[in-house]
């Protein structure tokens, strides 16, 4: 392990190549936050007996599959196993794609379902807000709090596994310090939302 990891340090830093890519990654980041921003506000009919209703459960468990694969890769560097921690930070990041595509499809496509709404009339009132009590504030600022850590960590995600792509290993190890567990803790709330989410579901 110690050649490994002697091997993939002694890479030269690729200064330029970094650059360019996290040029990409700022751009790729506005078009994320566009796209999540129109979604609760467009909405795009889909062919009669065409449903995604099966997306919110796939979302789940792809985040949850993402978490693990993080721990994987994050015990895989401890041991000094640069290939496998390699491997599992690629995994992860082909799963956010896969998460973030379906769930801008899935919003784009269906209406937003709500903590309490009992009835499934869209409108959570006041005696459905009593039947939850303070589960529906707490269910509230877990998702809030993922949907803002998601957010704001986009693109330090980006920059760390640019920077460990382009063998910036001291950068990415700075910016690895914090990223990995707030992405750690998007991945985890993602699954525990809709689990909470899940009995409103139609």
Sequence with gaps: MH???TEWLARPPQHELAKKLRIAAWILTAAVLVLVGLMRRIKIPLPEGVSLSFLPPFHAAVN??????????????????IALHRRMIMAAMGLSVLFLLSYVA???TSHEVKFGDANLDGVVDAAELAAVGSTRAFYLVLLISHIVLAGVSLPFILFT?????????????????????????????????YWMLRPYYP
């Design 3 to 5: 050649n490994e990891r």
């Design 64 to 81: 949850a599959l993402a978490a693990v694969v993080l721990v994987i890769a994050f015990v895989a560097i401890i041991k000094g196993r």
């Design 106 to 108: 899935y919003h784009f």
């Design 161 to 193: 596994f640019i920077a460990g792509w382009a063998n910036q290993f001291a950068k990415h190890r700075r910016l690895a310090r914090w990223v990995f567990p707030v992405w750690f803790y998007v991945a985890v709330t993602g699954p525990v939302c």
